[in-house]
């Protein structure tokens, strides 16, 4: 009885707050996040052109050189405090491309050197990117597993 | 006679008087409208130290003592020493009483802590157990963000409703008896709030979540001691923020409290100007704290303001509670505070 | 050359997109950035398996491989690869061994950064 009189209370007050809250601007984020995201990934081009036509590296390689250099350049604008100044204006336009997995690894590897080298640095170093290796390897090894099943079958 | 008024309000007859206080605040606080008024603006963010942590407590304990500098006592006089911060296990306030060498109570009311230390300390003088208490908390963005959300250096961004951690401390020293006659002002009644929950669970907006126990605090008081918005010169929140503040209004309105809106102040919505992009304001115990200390103190004490009721808004989460999806409960406590005479020669 | 210029336009306006769906994603729910990565990375895993990411690839290049779905796409690649070319060893190598390049370089320049630099107040 209590409870149910609780949730519907909760339920009122749920509705106040959402018609109070101030909007995010929707349109003026997401044009930021497709013109900073559609920016990061012209330089990956750019990287991955030089390493296949210049250095003759072949589609993986250059590929993986790209996001080397890219991963690079994020660390270090993470480093100098520029990037989250970038995250602020762009979201996820500099979340989501490999630049933002690698700020994601490098702002706790910074913020914790207070800790310690090994349970500072070392361990929360991956404290926000672990997730994405754990269901990212994860899941692709079910993906090879499934193959396989697959292989075997047919 | 019995002190108690109503179910939760206590009237502390004796008056103990508010003999001083000090406040230190951090760059971005100096640059909002009340800037100039902090005792003490801290270079940068280190302050000096070499952590974030050692940053934070180091402004507590010298707004303690420049709150103590500031009424000519030492630390030796000082009979108790009541405070907390938001940091796991109060190291600030433990590592400050530390320092301090004044015996210590720790307390944790998140937010709050100013307005319950002002409680506690108020009904231990008035009981006669203490005649100079400090009381005090101190809050820090940087140590604020790396306990509660993310690495200053991550990417991300904030939301509307999202509301920054003030960097700064307040410290204030009451006392009773004698000393409490030349004070400018006095303590009359303190409001214990209730912990109310109406299933909040966005960590990123504590205004939501801490409006309903300001509403529930706000309106027992005004039952208890039979006054109204009428009866004070401001009603001050302490870190609600814009949104948190359009909902006490509305949940005050809804419990047929009649709401001067130009007299509810929030030290959230104000500690900051708007161009100072903090989205729905401040907040942190430094918020109330060092406002209370830079600002509504002087006033009251100087009898701009006769009356007022600081009322410090505290959200009862950990990075543990909201990470198993818990929803966020919220707690107010309030004070009322008068302007005296003072007796110079007493 | 025009066919390198139309390329660059393809993997801005590809990426751009990917991107812009993230910021939805971000505005609409309270995810938080952690979780949209996660979701980023299990698509492209999902998408790369079914063959359905490839075809994006080859239009954008670099519009579809560096969000993080692209990194997804490679260790599913990777898996699939391994398993072709060394049967059920691979499917465990493989998709490792694909996001190699990317994980060292993160946690070689994460290491470094800590060294040297200091986190800043936000301004």
């Known amino acids: 009885m209590q409870d149910a009189k609780n949730r519907k209370e909760a339920q009122r007050y749920a509705e106040l707050v959402a018609r109070l809250a101030p909007k995010s601007e929707m349109g003026q984020g997401m044009a930021r996040a497709f013109l900073v995201g559609g920016l990061i990934c012209v330089l990956g081009q750019m990287l991955t052109d030089f390493f296949s036509m210049r250095m003759r590296f072949g589609a993986q390689s250059a590929a993986t050189a790209t996001s080397i250099c890219l991963i690079f350049l994020s660390a270090l604008l993470t480093g100098l405090g520029l990037y989250d100044r970038i995250g602020k204006f762009a979201g996820a336009g500099s979340i989501v491309p490999i630049t933002g997995f690698a700020n994601s690894v490098v702002a706790p590897a910074m913020e914790f050197r207070r800790e310690g080298l090994v349970m500072g640095?070392?361990?929360?170093?991956?404290?926000?990117?672990?997730?994405?290796?754990?269901?990212?390897?994860?899941?692709?090894?079910?993906?090879?597993?499934?193959?396989?099943a697959l292989e075997v079958i047919g | 006679m019995s002190r108690r008024l109503g179910k939760q309000t206590v009237a502390l007859a004796g008056g103990p008087g508010v003999l001083g206080w000090a406040s230190v605040a951090g760059r971005k606080e100096h640059d909002g409208p009340y800037g100039d008024k902090?005792?003490?603006?801290?270079?940068?963010?280190?302050?000096?130290?070499?952590?974030?942590?050692?940053?934070?407590r180091h402004m507590l304990e010298s707004a303690v003592r420049l709150c103590l500098l500031k009424t000519g006592k030492k630390t030796e006089d000082v009979q108790l020493f009541l405070s907390g911060d938001l940091l796991n296990q109060i190291i600030s306030a433990g590592f400050a009483a530390r320092a301090l060498g004044i015996p210590f109570y720790g307390l944790y009311g998140a937010c709050s802590t100013m307005s319950e230390s002002l409680s506690l300390g108020g009904m231990l003088a008035d009981g006669g157990f203490a005649d100079l208490i400090v009381c005090a908390t101190c809050s820090h963005f940087c140590t604020a963000e790396r306990q509660y959300r993310a690495p200053l250096e991550l990417g991300n961004q904030r939301t509307p409703t999202q509301q920054w951690t003030v960097t700064g401390a307040g410290a204030v020293l009451l006392g009773a008896g004698a000393a409490a006659a030349r004070a400018k002002a006095a303590l009359t009644h303190a409001t214990c709030g209730r912990v109310l929950d109406l299933g909040v669970t966005d960590a990123n907006n504590m205004g939501a979540a801490m409006a309903p126990a300001a509403a529930d605090t706000l309106a027992a008081h005004f039952h208890d001691t039979d006054r109204s918005f009428e009866d004070y010169d401001l009603v001050v929140t302490g870190d609600?923020?814009?949104?948190?503040?359009?909902?006490?209004?509305e949940l005050l309105k809804e419990k047929g409290v009649f709401v001067r809106e130009e007299k509810l102040f929030d030290c959230g919505c104000e500690i900051f100007s708007a161009r100072q992009?903090?989205?729905?304001?401040?907040?942190?115990?430094?918020?109330?704290?060092?406002?209370?200390?830079?600002?509504?103190?002087?006033?009251?004490?100087?009898?701009?303001?006769?009356r007022i009721l600081f009322m410090a808004t505290g959200a009862l989460l950990s990075p543990t509670s909201s990470m198993q999806g818990e929803s966020i409960p919220g707690v107010a406590h309030a004070v009322a505070i008068e302007h005296r005479q003072g007796e110079e020669n007493a | 050359m025009?066919?390198?210029l139309w390329m660059y336009v393809k993997a801005f306006a590809v990426g751009g997109l990917i991107c812009m769906i993230g910021e939805a994603l971000l505005l609409k729910t309270q995810l938080t950035s952690a979780r949209i990565l996660v979701g980023y990375?299990?698509?492209?895993?999902?998408?790369?398996?079914?063959?359905?990411?490839?075809?994006l690839i080859d239009f954008a290049g670099a519009g579809a491989t560096v969000p993080l779905t692209g990194f997804g796409y490679m260790l599913a690649h990777g898996a699939i690869e391994g398993l072709e070319n060394e049967g059920l060893l691979?499917?465990?190598?493989?998709?490792?061994?694909?996001?190699?390049?990317?994980?060292?370089?993160?946690?070689?320049?994460?290491?470094?950064?800590?060294?040297i630099f200091k986190p800043k107040m936000k301004g």
Request: net charge negative; with cysteine; aromatic share 8%.
């Open chain 2, 38 to 56: 902090f005792d003490r603006v801290i270079a940068d963010e280190m302050d000096g130290q070499d952590s974030f942590e050692a940053a934070e």
């Open chain 1, 121 to 148: 640095v070392g361990a929360k170093m991956f404290s926000l990117a672990g997730p994405v290796l754990v269901y990212g390897i994860g899941s692709s090894i079910i993906v090879g597993l499934i193959a396989f």
């Open chain 3, 90 to 115: 691979g499917a465990f190598t493989g998709g490792v061994r694909a996001g190699a390049g990317g994980i060292a370089a993160a946690v070689f320049f994460g290491y470094l950064a800590a060294l």
């Open chain 2, 277 to 306: 992009d903090t989205h729905a304001g401040g907040s942190g115990c430094g918020c109330s704290a060092s406002m209370l200390c830079a600002h509504l103190l002087p006033e009251v004490c100087a009898g701009h303001l006769q």
């Open chain 2, 240 to 249: 609600l923020g814009r949104h948190g503040r359009d909902l006490l209004i």
């Open chain 3, 2 to 4: 025009i066919a390198m």
């Open chain 3, 41 to 55: 990375v299990t698509a492209g895993v999902i998408l790369g398996a079914l063959g359905l990411y490839k075809p």
